[in-house]
């Protein structure tokens, strides 16, 4: 069975540019979480989608967002980036929405802000 | 809020010993309790995943427990090899499970040859 995919695993933008990151989780998964990995913060949790719909969202500014289509796959948006947007975002799929679900997690795409 | 804490946050051993991670947390509200693997630049690799009902887990050399009442779980990793390199992270998914996985700094381990 295949494991969650991210395209692309690298991308360089310049500030005030945005991005578009994609995700396609493992088959049969319906929930897709986004992470945010930086060195200073950690991973910190961005939003989830279930069935086309945001289920939650963590505490990140109105510039991130996110869509999940009807085959499960998950697209991420980072609008006026800025410098502090740098970091490896991961995406993660499971079964089910909420609850005891295991996560698994893609290889990340690494952005950099210049 | 629920925060998570890993110690040591680096470890070096040298092969062949058995170690033990530590992973706290401060609300004992949880759906469950995943241990995770990091490679430098990669995603991250599920171990293992204790439910909030269970106790412990084990896959071939890992062991992982759960004391929830007391906001702890031990990674404990048998006979080490220097393949086991890696960043260890510890993440939590809180009551309700509105906020996603809350995730630990990790443990950055080497195995010496």
């Known amino acids: 069975k295949a494991g969650v995919t991210q395209t692309p695993r690298y991308l360089i933008k310049t500030r005030g540019q945005q991005v578009t990151l994609s995700c396609s989780p493992i088959?049969?998964?319906?929930?897709v979480s986004w992470y945010q990995q930086t060195p200073g913060q950690g991973l910190q949790f961005l939003f989830e989608?279930?069935?086309?719909?945001?289920?939650n969202k963590g505490n990140f500014p109105g510039r991130f967002s996110g869509r999940q289509f009807s085959n499960s796959r998950s697209e991420m948006n980072v609008s006026t980036l800025e410098l502090g947007d740098s970091a490896l975002y991961l995406c993660?799929?499971?079964?089910?929405?909420?609850?005891?679900?295991?996560?698994?997690f893609g290889p990340g795409t690494r952005l950099t802000v210049l | 809020k629920q925060e998570v804490t890993q110690i040591p946050a680096a470890l070096s051993v040298p092969e062949g010993e058995n170690l033990v991670l530590n992973c706290s947390f401060t609300d004992s509200a949880i759906y469950n309790l995943q241990w995770f693997r990091q490679d430098p630049g990669k995603g991250l690799t599920s171990l293992l995943l204790i439910q909030s009902s269970q106790r412990e887990q084990t896959s071939g050399r890992l062991n992982a427990s759960l004391d929830k009442s007391s906001g702890r779980s031990t990674l404990y990793i048998a006979a080490s090899q220097p393949g086991d390199s890696a960043t260890y992270l510890c993440a939590v998914k809180s009551g309700g499970g509105a906020d996603g996985l809350t995730f630990g700094k990790g443990t950055h381990l080497i195995i010496q040859p």
């Open positions: 088959s049969g998964h319906r929930s």
């Open positions: 993660a799929s499971s079964f089910l929405s909420g609850g005891a679900n295991e996560q698994f």
């Open positions: 989608y279930f069935s086309e719909t945001q289920r």
